[in-house]
């Protein structure tokens, strides 16, 4: 019978975190870089999903490490 591994799910958990970050950071050099090409409504729309997505992950920062 394999053995339950307890912690895999809080490892993924952080690698998943850790990705997302990375790829909100990436979206905002993007956007940094972009801006002239995009309307003004691209980008306020862009940053209001990158700020809901770091809202979220600094409400779960403490639960999961």
């Known amino acids: 019978m394999p053995r339950h591994d ?3 799910n809080k490892f993924e958990d952080l690698k998943r975190l850790d990705l997302t970050l990375k790829n909100i950071h990436k979206n905002e050099k993007f956007l ?3 801006a ?3 309307s003004a409504h691209q980008i306020k729309d862009v940053k209001a999903q990158l700020a809901s997505k770091k809202k979220h992950l600094e409400e779960t920062d403490g639960t999961i490490k």
């Open 32 to 34: 940094e870089e972009n």
């Open 6 to 8: 307890g912690n895999k």
């Open 36 to 38: 002239e090409e995009l």
